[in-house]
């Protein structure tokens, strides 16, 4: 008896780490890597080199390369990919790994690690990804043998996709690159510590059905869940088959229809006049895919002046009871649960309340007839929310719109009338100023032929404005909206209600001439600053399908977003303009 | 309420900090946490002594079930356990209180487990209460230093918590 693979001096089946990692990239069926290359990932681009069914796009920072990939999932429901290397590579891409965390989105990211003997060790480059990433991840891996690479990627794809999808760090050590193994990807993979559920529990669901059907003033609240688990269609029919009206959270727009009847707007700090309102006083509540958030129902213990029982669907259990209690609580895909609450509300014989549902949305059209979004339409500068209203005619509402974070990001958000999922995209929990340039670069990598407006403010752009080299390099027609007030503006909205208009260090002198930035980096630049030239400006830009154009407002400086819960306040305590 | 929680958990590298970060980053108390590995070696057990209202300890589990490395989580505060804890004291054992020392080690079904002729050592085990008895019972002045591991938990009769 003797081995014959022993005899062999080299096995040809066995691949380097970086050559089994690539292949499990392809095995994956990823085609677009965000990434930027350093000394502990040589070998894993050099295996990148060697091929061309994956695609890498180099971006200019590392935090970047993860709200790309960001974008590009959040866009497609696909998992998206980064590759970064070890220390200050990691340490830049953190930002966007927290991101992703808190909007649960899919994303592998893969880092680099100095070899396994220099852990530890302070090394050149060093640091404690998996330390450094832990609460910020849904899970992480180092891995610390070749042999581990496979099965581990295949983990690491499988967790992030699956349940409460969520972004998964792979740390792999410079050596484990060089080492061989034989590659198997495995075609499926079982966890004992890791069963996602899917379907509802069917003795709950016929709970909520009873007390939907006994509600005199309805509401459907729905989140960023209804979006990550492809339930914009069922959402659409269970609401139209009960006529309540709905809200979506920040992150949930585009889950119903915003230009349907039976939606009241967006909710929470600024909110819609007739979403908060019809929020605070409706006496049953269903919330789907959404968390209850401190911007979403302002002061919990205001939110509970009044009584309403609640059904809470959510995939994730620590989702349920956590800010709010719950009285029926159904852990659950939302999609299955949408489709189980349908059907049996479908095949029952009762109806919602009809004389109820008269008067409550009677109450609900004098709300609305508040016209709480309302703005001087007649101002000779520039209104930031003209310009968004603009740009929903411009794009016939089908554009991908990314956004930064602060008051353009409200505003795209109350004036954009999203009707389709996925395509609105922005960092709702983390709140990450600089996330929207990127953002749409991975958007428009995955829908190479839509249109993908990035709205913006002149802080904001700063933060990840390197990335318009990116842009160029890979020829992303992203079209820039830029509101342009001189101001973080939301810090000085802040400022001015609650700081007695001391604006301290919220405005930002010194800006750079944005036009020619742009045309520095090779795109269009193109300052606006009348009223009358914001649509034409818009449509030039959308006409033009191969540039990148960069389109600065000048917007009104002393606008402010409205409606305004302040912090503290309940739900119905609203600034209103 | 203190609550005693038992952790099933893959026992690899770095599970045992995704739970201490977890408590510390959703600032949930800990009154002590004992883990070792089970006789399946791939798996380690966790005990986890804590205290919070009925919402917190809700979302304990719940957070601590979300974890991917956790198998499985059992709060024994919700029926019949038995608890455990092991405690090493050295203490000064001189003249009579050689004698007295020896003698209250006894009465808690201690053991004297190791001698100088200065002090003993002496081993404890039982529940969290009883080994502050022990140490309210002997001289203060006495103890030279004490060791406890924490509790470990398990559930009474035929609750088993296993994969």
């Known amino acids: ?577 | 309420m203190r609550h005693i929680i038992s952790v099933l958990l893959e026992n690899e590298a770095g599970a045992l900090s995704r739970v201490s970060g977890l408590f510390s980053a959703r600032g949930y108390n800990i009154e002590s946490l004992t883990v070792a590995p089970t006789e399946d070696a791939t798996l380690s057990r966790m005990t986890i002594v804590t205290s919070g209202s009925d919402e917190v300890i809700e979302q304990i589990t719940k957070q601590l079930n979300k974890l991917v490395d956790v198998v499985k989580v059992v709060d024994l505060s919700d029926g019949d356990h038995i608890e455990r804890e092991l405690m090493l004291v050295k203490v000064r054992a001189i003249g009579k209180d050689r004698e007295e020392m020896k003698r209250v080690t006894d009465i808690f079904r201690g053991r004297i487990i190791d001698v100088t002729d200065k002090d003993y050592t002496i081993e404890l085990t039982g529940a969290g209460a009883k080994l502050d008895a022990f140490l309210k019972a002997i001289d203060r002045t006495a103890i030279l230093e004490t060791v406890r591991t924490g509790a470990s938990g398990i559930g009474r009769g035929d609750r088993v918590l296993r994969v």
């Open chain 1, 1 to 577: 008896m003797f081995n014959v693979s022993a005899l062999l001096p080299n096995n040809p089946m066995e691949l380097t780490g970086a050559e089994i990692l690539i292949r499990c990239l392809q095995e994956e069926g990823v085609e677009h890597v965000f990434g930027y290359p350093g000394g502990a990932v040589l070998f894993i681009y050099d295996e990148l080199f060697k091929q061309n069914k994956v695609q890498h796009i180099l971006v200019r920072h590392e935090q970047g390369a993860v709200h790309a990939a960001d974008g590009y999932a959040r866009s497609t429901q696909k998992v998206g990919v980064a590759l970064v290397t070890s220390g200050p590579g990691v340490t830049n891409a953190v930002t966007g790994v927290a991101t992703a965390y808190m909007d649960s989105i899919p994303l592998v990211i893969i880092t680099g690690q100095v070899p396994t003997h220099a852990i530890g060790l302070d090394a050149f480059q060093e640091c404690d990804t998996v330390g450094i990433t832990r609460p910020c991840v849904k899970h992480n891996f180092l891995v610390k043998d070749v042999k581990d690479i496979a099965v581990t990627m295949k983990k690491a794809f499988y967790i992030a996709a699956t349940g409460r999808p969520g972004p998964v760090v792979v740390d792999i050590p410079k050596d484990i690159t060089t080492a061989k193994a034989e590659f198997r990807y495995p075609e499926t993979i079982g966890m004992r510590s890791y069963n996602p559920v899917t379907r509802g529990h069917s003795g709950q669901i016929r709970k909520a059905i009873q007390l939907l059907m006994t509600a005199k003033r309805p509401m459907i609240y729905t989140g960023g869940g209804v979006i990550l688990g492809n339930a914009a269609e069922e959402l659409t029919r269970l609401v139209r088959l009960l006529g309540f009206p709905c809200t979506n959270t920040l992150m949930g727009l585009g889950g119903y229809p915003a230009t349907d009847r039976q939606f009241v707007g967006m909710l929470g700090m600024h909110g819609t006049y007739e979403a908060n309102m019809a929020m605070q006083h409706c006496d049953v509540l269903l919330a789907i895919g959404a968390r209850f958030d401190d911007r979403v129902i302002g002061n919990p213990k205001h939110f509970f002046a009044e009584e309403r029982a609640i059904v809470h669907v959510d995939i994730d259990p620590s989702s349920i009871s956590k800010r709010v209690r719950v009285d029926v609580p159904i852990v659950g895909n939302v999609r299955e649960v949408l489709l189980d609450l349908t059907k049996q509300i479908e095949a029952g014989k009762h109806e919602p309340d009809q004389e109820a549902m008269k008067t409550w949305w009677a109450q609900i059209e004098l709300w609305r007839g508040r016209d709480c979004l309302k703005y001087d339409r007649a101002s000779p500068l520039i209104k930031p929310q003209y310009v968004i209203e603009k740009l929903y005619q411009v794009t016939k509402g089908d554009a991908f719109v990314t956004s930064d974070v602060g008051q353009h990001q409200m505003w795209a958000a109350q004036f954009y009338k999203f009707d389709q999922p996925r395509r609105w995209i922005n960092s709702g929990g983390l709140g990450t100023m600089g996330f929207g340039l990127p953002a749409a670069m991975g958007v428009q990598l995955a829908n190479p032929k839509a249109q993908v407006a990035c709205v913006t403010g002149e802080s904001s752009i700063q933060m990840c404005i390197q990335e318009l080299s990116t842009c160029k390099q890979y020829r992303l027609p992203v079209k820039v909206v830029l509101l342009n007030n001189k101001y973080m503006g939301m810090v000085r909205q802040w400022q001015e209600f609650f700081h007695g208009n001391r604006y301290a260090e919220s405005y930002m002198d010194a800006l750079p001439d944005f036009v020619k930035l742009a045309e520095s980096y090779g795109h269009v630049g193109v300052r606006i600053e009348k009223p009358e030239d914001v649509e034409p400006a818009l449509k030039e830009a959308f006409s033009r399908k191969k540039d990148l154009v960069f389109m600065d407002f000048v917007t009104d400086q002393t606008e402010n977003v409205f409606p305004m819960v302040p912090g503290g306040k309940g739900l119905s305590e609203m600034i209103l303009v």
